[in-house]
């Protein structure tokens, strides 16, 4: 969507490697989101920041799974040891002010990751 | 804990028919209430929400929804679809403090010639 830029667009990787997927909000809002889209479901929330520090990562499913954002803008969502359950759409999103879900979300177009 | 129902995964309809496609919630506290469309290959966008007022809520794209408190349910209709709405349409509930969504798991509308 317009307004939040993820890349890649599209990765496949083996089970068991390590993964990136950058978020970049583009404008400046300081609360962002972090949301997996498995086949045939909803979004489910993943981590939430407000500025530079994860304000909520209790969606995260396990250790595997970390996200940064260190200067408060674009974030990076980091899979060690990939597993094929893993593989998913992975959307960020940011809101507006107060990062309240009231305001609106602007999501991204997600990366889809597909573990071989 | 707050819950969103999608009961229809796929809701099949010609062009120009009128449709609806159902949500309900479940929650302890008041609710926010949205409807989110996915076209294929893009991020979810959002058609309209209920914070409070009137149950009527009127939307992007001719769509508008009612919030039903009684029955604890947000239903999305548009009197009359085109080819152009197929797509996917997720319901989400939040909370008055909250900054998460919690999403149903989607309706697809497939509009037919």
């Known amino acids: 969507g317009a307004g939040v830029s993820q890349t890649p667009s599209n990765k496949v990787t083996e089970k068991g490697k390590y993964v990136e997927l950058r978020c970049d909000p583009i404008?400046?809002?300081?609360?962002l989101y972090w949301y997996r889209q498995s086949l045939g479901q909803g979004p489910e929330f993943l981590i939430y920041?407000?500025?530079?520090?994860?304000?909520?990562d209790s969606g995260l499913p396990n250790d595997r799974f970390f996200a940064v954002r260190p200067e408060g803008s674009v974030s990076t969502l980091k899979i060690q040891r990939t597993e094929r359950g893993d593989s998913a759409v992975y959307l960020c999103?940011?809101?507006?002010?107060?990062?309240?879900?009231?305001?609106?979300?602007?999501f991204g177009s997600g990366t889809r990751l597909t573990v071989v | 804990a707050q819950s969103v129902t999608q009961l229809d995964s796929q809701v099949p309809v010609f062009e120009e028919a009128p449709v609806e496609l159902r949500c309900n919630y479940s929650?302890?506290?008041?609710?926010?209430l949205f409807w989110y469309v996915q076209y294929p290959n893009q991020g979810l966008q959002l058609l309209l929400k209920y914070l409070s007022g009137s149950t009527l809520v009127k939307g992007i794209n001719g769509f508008e929804a009612e919030f039903n408190k009684s029955q604890t349910s947000f239903h999305l209709r548009k009197p009359s679809v085109h080819i152009s709405d197929t797509a996917e349409y997720f319901c989400a509930v939040s909370d008055p403090s909250s900054y998460k969504l919690i999403f149903g798991s989607g309706t697809r509308l497939l509009v037919r010639p």
């Open positions: 920041f407000q500025g530079t520090g994860a304000a909520d």
């Open positions: 929650s302890s506290v008041s609710v926010y």
């Open positions: 404008s400046g809002h300081t609360a």
């Open positions: 999103a940011r809101s507006g002010v107060g990062g309240l879900a009231i305001y609106g979300y602007t």
